[in-house]
């Protein structure tokens, strides 16, 4: 089992304009610093992500909620946004069956089908609690705060509708919060609600293997304990200071070099796999969130993440890769070996466009196409790398999941930002709560009413 980065075409030698060695060669000497600042943070229990593959109490909790909740549901439902909701949905498109919530029971194995309901769309909502039958279905609140406005929204709507079904709460609500404070955990002490913990110095999009992604991923019957072994293999992986033998910090150190001086400044993540398909936007929040600040000189800085899929991209977005602006690097995520294959019958060897096709397999045809790509954007200059996985099962999601996290750690370093905190999101936040008459929200009210109103000279 393993995962490896091969950046052949990341550099110079491959790709006209991407990283030549001697830039290489002087980031050895960058990514000691950065090994050390990442390593003292960790130390000053910073970076708890770190720690989760090693939390038994924490896995144990997990096993045992979903080993009483089997069998008594047909739908879990999480309700979250975020990294409360990417994480569930990546694991759930990658390790449960293709088109889970629509096979039967029986294909399921007995267990439930599971939603995850990422926005506050009443069209949607509505949608979905209609067909539910609300006897048979858990929500799994998810929201470390408790004051997310968008998740305690939905969380009173659910409740309203256990209410006026007469359900006892506790037996169709569990709530993914902070150990000690917020409106969740003092609700579950209030009405002896079930909680689970997300550790204090743990963030939102670092938490998919905390009990946000744990949870509903266990109730579906995943399993949790390899996407923890396969985490702990990674940070082993990456436990070295010498970049040549660290993935996670050569993926950072090539995204940074690629930007910083070469231009680069938008990084595309294309799985060729459609289990992998929500692992890039799964990404594009951790980079954009993490690294998407103001910089120590006041100006904006850090990259764009963009969300591709192989082979389907290749007949969209892959033309602008290949002779739009050349500002992107592309990392593309291959599966070496897929779990079921196709074979491609010979049935029509008298037709050129039809008789090559004849003997290959499908996950023939994927992967040649994800090498032709990777090949057609070096010879045009546009630098990539590969990610390749043996396979697609938790021990590899794991891994995958830690060595994104702790690249984009490093990557914070290289950009001098804090790759822990959102702050360009909260004014935003502030104004949703002063508009909405949250109590404590008098400062973003006022400054919200300083604002221009809507002009009409500029409206059609």
């Not at 968008?150 to 902070?178: I, K, W, Y």
């Not at 743990?202 to 992604?213: A, E, F, K």
């Not at 579906?220 to 390899?226: E, M, N, P, R, T």
């Not at 490093?410 to 001098?416: K, R, V």
């Amino acid at each position: 089992m393993a995962i490896r980065l091969d950046y052949s075409n990341m550099m110079a030698a491959a790709v006209g304009g991407g990283v030549a060695e001697g830039m290489w060669a002087d980031a050895g000497s960058r990514f000691t610093e950065v090994h050390a600042a990442a390593a003292a943070q960790h130390a000053d229990g910073v970076l708890g992500f770190l720690d989760l593959p090693d939390d038994r109490e924490m896995l144990a909790a997990v096993q045992g909620f979903a080993a009483r909740a089997r069998g008594r549901y047909d739908d879990v439902v999480v309700l979250g946004i975020g990294g409360s909701a990417l994480g569930p949905i990546a694991l759930r498109t990658a390790l449960c069956a293709p088109g889970w919530n629509d096979l039967a029971a029986s294909e399921r194995g007995g267990r439930p089908r599971l939603h995850v309901l990422d926005n506050v769309d009443p069209r949607t909502i509505h949608a979905l609690l209609a067909r539910l039958t609300l006897s048979r279905t858990l929500f799994v609140v998810t929201s470390k705060s408790g004051g997310t406005a968008e998740t305690m929204a939905q969380f009173l709507v659910v409740l309203g509708r256990l209410r006026t079904a007469s359900l006892p709460p506790r037996e169709h609500l569990v709530f993914v919060t902070d150990p000690e404070n917020g409106a969740l955990r003092a609700l579950a002490r209030r009405d002896d609600l079930p909680a689970l913990e997300i550790a204090p110095n743990v963030g939102g999009r670092y938490s998919v293997l905390t009990p946000v992604g744990l949870l509903p991923a266990a109730l579906v019957g995943i399993d949790c304990a390899a996407l923890l072994e396969g985490a702990a293999d990674m940070r082993t992986r990456c436990a070295p200071s010498q970049l040549a033998r660290n993935p996670a910090g050569t993926y950072a150190l090539l995204q940074w070099l690629a930007d910083r001086q070469l231009g680069k400044g938008i990084h595309v993540f294309m799985p060729y796999s459609d289990a992998l398909r929500d692992m890039a936007d799964w990404f594009v929040q951790l980079w954009a969130e993490s690294l998407g600040k103001v910089g120590s000189d006041g100006a904006g800085t850090g990259p764009t993440p963009l969300a591709a899929l192989g082979v389907t991209d290749q007949h969209s977005q892959v033309q602008l890769f290949m002779e739009g602006p050349a500002n992107k690097t592309v990392t593309l995520v291959a599966v070496a070996k897929g779990q079921q294959d196709v074979t491609i019958p010979a049935l029509e060897p008298d037709i050129p466009e039809l008789a090559y096709l004849g003997g290959h397999t499908l996950h023939e045809l994927l992967d040649v196409e994800r090498r032709a790509t990777a090949g057609a954007l070096a010879r045009r200059g546009r630098p990539n790398m590969t990610l390749t996985l043996d396979t697609v099962d938790a021990w590899h999601l794991g891994g995958l999941f830690m060595m994104l996290e702790l690249a984009t750690i490093y990557a914070g370093s290289l950009y001098e930002v804090n790759p822990l905190n959102q702050p360009g999101v909260e004014l935003g936040k502030q104004f949703t709560y002063a508009m909405l008459g949250r109590a404590d929200a008098g400062a973003a009210r006022a400054e919200w009413d300083k604002l221009p109103r809507p002009d009409p000279r500029w409206q059609l």
